[in-house]
């Protein structure tokens, strides 16, 4: 969970997954999945839209699992992220960084891929554990 203060460096965005996401396990048993997101900024005056912007996304944990779960080309909207940077060094001997967000929270609003929507209820489903 973030701290106070980080929870002042806050990103709400909505986007599509560009790959599936990744799911890791640390030697520990720890979760983090990983993907790709697809925001577009709005249109221009014409009309068109812009140019995508595009983010790294990270989760751990309980997040990381259900994140893992998704396919390309699901809608997702980022409730609760913080803007982070990794640090490494190229082969070449130069220092790199590399932003992302930490997903805290995040809502599915379609699926991707190949992945059929959830069932819905249907009115008689709906009503069959009430005792009358």
């Not at 980080?6 to 983090?32: C, H, P, S």
Request: aromatic share 10%; charged share 25%; proline share 5%.
């Amino acid at each position: 969970m973030p701290s106070e203060q980080e929870q002042m460096n806050n990103v709400w965005l909505l986007g599509y997954l560009q790959d599936d996401a990744e799911l890791k396990f640390t030697q520990n048993g720890g979760r983090i999945a990983q993907a790709n997101l697809k925001c577009y900024n709005g249109k221009d005056k014409n009309g068109e839209k812009n140019k995508p912007q595009w983010w790294k996304l990270k989760c751990f944990g309980q997040t990381a699992e259900s994140m893992g779960a998704l396919r390309k080309g699901a809608k997702i909207q980022i409730h609760r992220a913080n803007l982070r940077t990794d640090y490494w060094t190229a082969k070449d001997g130069g220092n790199r960084q590399t932003p992302y967000l930490e997903v805290w929270e995040f809502e599915v609003l379609e699926q991707g891929d190949n992945v059929p929507p959830p069932q819905a209820a249907t009115s008689t489903d709906k009503y069959k554990d009430i005792p009358f």
